[in-house]
Nanobody, 118 residues
Framework: QVQLVESGGGLVQPGGSLRLSCVVS????????MAWYRRPPGKQREMVAV???????NYADHVKGRFTISRDYGKNTVYLQMNSLKAEDTAVYYC????????????WGQGTQVTVFS
């Protein structure tokens, strides 16, 4: 079965940095576009960053220049490096895998909490 296992969330001061990791089943990692989403308290889930199998990236405007998404094919892991964190970055962050072979197949991680003190 496909699994996405996230880690790296926690408490951080404003202006600080945090690196999230998502270990993905090796059977799908190379053929899935990866993304990070987040759900702030009281708000809907929103896309944060996307990285395709080819390495192309896209970021939400409010994180552009501060966050960096990357993937390591050797470790079957996608990362989200978060710098210059703000209080509004507080959210549950979810790893997402989107099949490049089917529009109907995607997977979600369990989420990891990121809390930034104001």
């Amino acid at each position: 079965q496909v699994q996405l296992v996230e880690s790296g969330g926690g408490l951080v001061q404003p202006g600080g940095s945090l690196r999230l990791s998502c270990v993905v089943s090796e059977t799908i990692f190379s053929i899935y576009d990866m993304a990070w989403y987040r759900r702030p308290p009281g708000k809907q889930r929103e896309m944060v960053a996307v990285i395709t199998t080819g390495g192309a990236t896209n970021y939400a405007d409010h994180v552009k220049g501060r966050f960096t998404i990357s993937r390591d094919y050797g470790k079957n892991t996608v990362y989200l490096q978060m710098n210059s964190l703000k209080a509004e970055d507080t959210a549950v962050y979810y790893c997402h895998a989107d099949s490049t072979l089917s529009d109907a197949i995607d997977y979600w991680g369990q989420g990891t909490q990121v809390t930034v003190f104001s």
